[in-house]
């Protein structure tokens, strides 16, 4: 049994000041199998697998590979021992072509696959002499690629599979691979797990981090289960369930359903029409988007990562340039109607429009990584007071009041939110934009990267702010929980509305293909609830 | 295949998570006292200097030689309150840039600021002289080195709101058209044709109570009683001059409200953005700022030390202050600090240079050795070193680089 173990992992543990990433975790991985690594995030698995692939070096533990103790001081010697792993965020030369990027920084090699000789092949680069072999594992696995194709005209899912054929051309036995599913559609992630199949039927081992169940059991064997940098248990996928993996994970029993309660009697408040953007390189980034936000129900958006929902909440808030069209709010409190088109976000608030907007970057935008807690719940509110001086009384009682209300973990209040967890810094961006009492709150993946605890914390306060009558925009990118949340769902494909469905009754697969669909949604062709049937 | 044997690293690095401030401070003093050694026995190698004498000479730059020291007071000692000085002049400079490289804007232009500022001030003392009553003098002077120093530093500011030009290749740049500049006027205005050396200023242009027309009075002139010859009223001033500059910058990138934006911006546009500050305006005003500062130091220079104008009248100072500003993180309190720390440097190591006859670059050796160690300490309080538990065991394993020829499509 143990010449069937391709890398086994012996009491590894890893700290990060007074934090245990990994704390003695056992792992093997069979060859020929595919092994899911499940948990919450800060749970350590990216920290694992980075010792894995020599971007860390383990304080405690052994790895032995092929059943022989080694020692992975860096990438380099991760891949002499044919292990490759592909990140979330890809390692692409934007204006080279596929093939370039897989050769890349290997050594030119003369002997091509061919046996050329020497002098015919010394005017040739090596990626030149690396396409057939790319084009051979293509067709060994089923990818789908063009080694001429430069990246930056490539699709998202294409990235992906370069990374993919570059880690295989370089002999990789053993794939790790950091939330694949993150970024892709339903039908490219259905693709990329055929894909995997044929590789773990080839033999070679495979590892998949991710957190996203329904996943893990379509196409894992087994399931290695982290909690809080500890080995739970690793289980086969076929004799376990979803419900009894998610206990694991958080190490206590809770519900997966997402409440949603009935709107209350809805308005309009935010109407947007015709609206039109364009890149600063003359590319169309919104075309002709036109849709409603009504108060009291939270709306969702829906695409494909990069398909003009940044651009929408940024034009909303003010700062994006609008080529054409119109923006305009219905203040509950004046009735008066207010024109937000080509006003900076100060002029937005001095309109007196309660506008808040949990923007996608947190750190980069939202909030100052550096600046502690009191002084980033100062941003939206700093100018109010006297002309010079700051008073930093109000936000130090807001800051107090949102670690305690939102049980923020945080060693106290001046603290930079740099240091604290993803979940933590959201609660901190959500809480000071919810405090501001919007009238239209806008969030743009505001789960990105939480636990399930804190996602689901996130999920109540949107769901509250909608009973308190704001008009929630959410972009997601979790369709199950899209689904479960929103009242209606309007999807973006390629900057413009594919359609808008009603949440209740909205099935993934037809948002999937709405996902993709080229074909602008017509309002009116759809009926009075605002469903659509998808082309 | 090609059998490989592997090592385990020796060490790795692991980052600190907080560490309480007097061992960061430990460390810190730790650094400078081995920095102290390394220069010794660097200086005893190379030189044959031995390490005594380095340091007596290092401690006469800074107290004056034997016989001054037989009567050492502090109110008497005049090397040591030229050091004072000194630093408060580095030190102004510094709080000058800080704003500026708080906001990320790199401004390695201080250098040509403070010159403009000393041109400026050394103009009008020369061509106002005693038309106008001795204290209107200085405000007009005070004024024209402020907005001197200003539009240099607004010049380079305009442009990159407006055109995102590299402000650091603009700003250096700047330094050597204002050195030019002065050269001109040097010429122009050098007492004697050829000599192109303006020479003091207004030496025989003196007020009614025995001061120079354009010079800065001694405010403390006749306040230490009972001690013969003190030298402290001739320094003090411009001294408190700086350290009262030096609260109110700290006040205002503490507690006012353009010091926050001025945070907001240096750390994330975007942040600035998103919350509706108004990025182009607080780059603009903060290098009024910077600039307006740097004019005051060259005030400061003209008026109140040198009465005289050159082409190296600033001596460097506008960069040693970046370093200055770096090193104490941009809290001007921590500056006094740091600038003293550069300013007894530089004396020692010009002594060491002149009195034990070692090469002039050797000195600037040691005190880059210091420099050095002091940077390199802040790499220890950020991180520490953990040493393997099996040392350097050898073993076997592992193929090495499979070829990637022989890669999958052999199969």
């Known amino acids: 049994m143990s010449d069937n173990i391709a890398i086994e992992l012996k009491g590894i543990t890893k700290t ?56 992975i001081a860096s990438p380099k010697d991760a891949l002499n021992y044919k292990i490759g792993m592909i990140h979330q965020h890809f390692k692409l030369v934007d204006v080279f072509t596929a093939a370039e990027n897989i050769v890349l920084g290997l050594k030119k090699d003369y002997k091509s696959a061919n046996g050329n000789s020497r002098f015919k092949t010394m005017f040739k680069t090596g990626a ?36 993919i054929i570059k880690v295989l051309y370089r002999g990789a036995d053993i794939l790790i691979l950091d939330e694949p599913t993150a970024v892709l559609t339903p039908q490219e992630t259905e693709k990329l797990f055929e894909i995997l199949k044929k590789m773990r039927d080839s033999g070679k081992s495979i590892i998949i981090i991710t957190h996203k169940l329904h996943e893990v059991m379509a196409i894992s064997d087994r399931v290695t289960v982290l909690c809080k940098g500890k080995h739970v248990d690793t289980v086969k996928t076929s004799e376990t369930t979803p419900n009894a993996l998610a206990e694991m994970m958080v190490g206590q029993k809770l519900s997966l359903n997402i409440y949603r309660g009935d709107p209350v009697n809805p308005e309009e408040r935010l109407v947007v029409k015709n609206l039109n953007c364009v890149s600063r390189e003359g590319v169309k980034i919104l075309d002709d988007v036109s849709f409603t936000a009504y108060s009291g129900e939270i709306l969702g958006i829906a695409g494909i990562a990069g398909s003009g929902q940044r651009e929408l909440l940024e034009s909303i808030a003010g700062l994006q340039k609008v080529h054409s069209g119109e923006i305009t709010y219905n203040d509950p409190t004046t009735g008066k109607v207010e024109n937000l088109r080509d006003k900076t976000p100060m002029q937005i608030r001095n309109l007196g429009v309660r506008l808040s907007f949990v923007p996608e970057d947190r750190l ?89 605890n804190s996602s689901y914390m996130i999920y109540n ?7 308190k009558g704001v008009a929630v925009i959410f972009v997601g990118e979790d369709l199950d929980v899209l689904i479960e949340l929103c ?49 | 295949m090609q059998i490989k044997s592997s090592r385990e690293p020796l060490f790795h690095l692991v980052k600190r998570d907080k560490i309480p401030w007097w061992k960061a401070w430990l460390i810190r003093i730790g650094a400078i006292l081995l920095a102290l050694v390394a220069c010794a026995v660097i200086s005893e190698l190379i030189t044959g200097v031995k390490p005594k004498d380095l340091f007596t000479t290092i401690l006469h730059s800074w107290f004056g030689d034997a016989d001054y020291r037989e009567k050492f007071s502090i109110v ?20 000058a840039v800080t704003p500026a490289f708080k906001m990320r804007f790199w401004n390695i232009g201080a250098e040509g600021q403070v010159l403009m500022g000393c041109l400026a001030s050394a103009g009008c003392m020369l061509l106002i002289g005693d038309s106008v009553s001795p204290s209107m003098l200085l405000v007009i002077m005070f004024i024209a080195a402020v907005v001197a120093g200003a539009i240099w ?9 407006q055109w995102n030009t590299n402000e650091t290749l603009f700003t ?110 607080v780059i603009l005003r903060t290098m009024l700022i910077s600039g307006a500062i740097c004019g005051i130091a060259g005030f400061l220079l003209v008026s109140g030390i040198e009465h005289t104008i050159a082409m190296d009248t600033v001596g460097g100072r506008g960069f040693t202050a970046i370093m200055v500003s770096w090193l104490a993180k941009f809290n001007p309190f921590v500056m006094i600090v740091t600038s003293f720390l550069f300013v007894i440097m530089d004396s020692g190591a010009s002594k060491v240079a002149t009195d034990l006859r070692v090469n002039e670059s050797f000195s600037e050796v040691l005190t880059a050795l210091i420099i050095f160690f002091i940077i390199g300490c802040e790499f220890f309080i950020n991180y520490k070193i953990v040493f393997s538990r099996r040392n350097g065991k050898k073993l076997v394993s592992a193929s090495n680089a499979v070829t990637s020829s022989d890669n999958d499509n052999s199969k």
Not at chain 1, 524 to 529: A, G, K, Q, V, Y
Request: with cysteine.
């Open chain 1, 364 to 452: 980069g935008m939202g909030l100052v990584g550096n600046m502690d807690i009191v002084d980033n719940m100062m941003l939206r509110t700093y100018g109010k007071g006297g002309p010079f001086f700051l008073h930093r009384k109000n936000p130090k009682k807001l800051a107090e009041d949102i670690v305690e209300r939102l049980s923020v973990s945080t060693p106290g209040i001046s603290t930079p939110v740099r240091r604290l967890s993803g979940g933590n810094v959201q609660k901190v961006l959500v809480g000071r934009e919810i405090a501001a009492s919007p009238t239209v709150l806008m969030a743009a993946y505001p789960v990105r990267g939480l636990d399930i």
């Open chain 1, 16 to 71: 990060f000041g007074s934090i245990v990433a990994n704390d003695n975790v056992d792992l093997k991985v069979y060859k020929g199998e595919i092994l899911s690594v499940l948990g919450e995030n800060g749970c350590g698995k990216t920290t694992l697998m980075n010792m894995i692939s020599g971007i860390y070096f383990p304080d405690k533990g052994n790895i032995y590979i092929n059943g022989e103790e080694a020692h």
């Open chain 2, 153 to 161: 530093a607004i010049i380079p500011a305009i442009f990159k709101a």
């Open chain 1, 461 to 467: 306060l949107l769901n509250e702010q909608k009973e």
């Open chain 1, 128 to 163: 030149d002499l690396a396409k057939e072999s790319i084009v051979s594992l293509s067709n060994k696995y089923g990818f789908d690629i063009d080694p001429e194709k430069k990246i930056y005209q490539m699709s998202v899912s294409e990235k992906q599979t370069v990374e």
């Open chain 1, 487 to 535: 009242d209606r769902i309007m999807v973006i494909g390629s900057g413009h509305i594919t359609g808008i469905v009603d949440g209740r009754r909205a099935e993934k697969n037809e948002l999937g293909i709405l996902m993709t669909s080229s074909k602008k949604y017509d309002e009116n062709l759809t009926d009075e609830e605002g469903t659509t049937d998808a082309n």
């Open chain 2, 76 to 95: 008497q000692n005049r090397k040591f309150w030229i050091l004072l000085q000194e630093t408060a002049i580095l030190l102004c400079v510094a709080l």
């Open chain 2, 172 to 281: 250096l740049m700047l330094n050597y058209v204002a050195m030019q500049i002065v050269a001109y006027f040097c010429i122009e205005w050098a007492p004697s044709n050829g000599s192109n050396v303006v020479g003091v200023i207004n030496r025989d242009l003196e007020t009614a109570d025995g001061g120079n027309y354009g010079w800065l009075p001694n405010i403390f002139e006749g306040f230490v009683k009972d001690v013969e010859r003190p030298r402290m009223p001739e320094y003090a001033h411009i001294i408190l001059i700086v350290l009262v500059l030096t609260a109110l910058m700290f006040i205002y990138l503490r507690y006012s409200k353009q010091g926050y934006e001025i945070s907001v911006v240096g750390e994330s546009e975007n942040t600035a953005r998103y919350i509706g500050i108004n990025v182009k305006k």
